[in-house]
Nanobody
Framework: VQLQASGGGLVQAGGSLRLSCATSERTFSSFLMGWFRQAPGKEREFVAAIGWSGGSAYYADSVKGRFTISRDNANKNTVYLQMTSLKPEDTAVYYC??????????????????WGQGTQVTVSS
């Protein structure tokens, strides 16, 4: 399964960005999808996850109310992360991930089987 993340960039604090993660995988709709991020010198951390149908979404406390995860199973096989009210502490490389066999730990990087290449998000103050 190949995941292609895009949409990162440089934005001022308070601004918005939308990340996308696309795949050609035909069984995309059966995967739990997640976003993680890693800032320089820090461990990779959970940001958000979405269930296979899009009916369940989970967020890290640090982004709750500012970020929204969604997915398009019908047409584009893509998961999105809409980020608003961005803060300098959101600066990181953002990775999308796919989980074929969900075991309940959506917040753990070990849950996921496939990873995208990462896209840089930089928020200036």
């Amino acid at each position: 399964v190949q995941l292609q993340a895009s949409g990162g960039g440089l934005v001022q604090a308070g601004g918005s960005l939308r990340l996308s993660c696309a795949t050609s995988e035909r069984t995309f709709s059966s995967f739990l999808m997640g976003w993680f991020r890693q800032a320089p010198g820090k461990e990779r951390e959970f940001v958000a996850a979405i269930g296979w149908s899009g009916g369940s979404a989970y967020y890290a406390d640090s982004v709750k109310g500012r970020f929204t995860i969604s997915r398009d199973n019908a047409n584009k096989n893509t998961v999105y992360l809409q980020m608003t009210s961005l803060k300098p502490e959101d600066t990181a490389v953002y990775y999308c991930a796919a989980d074929r066999y969900y075991s309940g730990s959506y917040y753990s990087s070990e849950e996921y089987d496939y990873w995208g290449q990462g896209t840089q998000v930089t928020v200036s103050s």
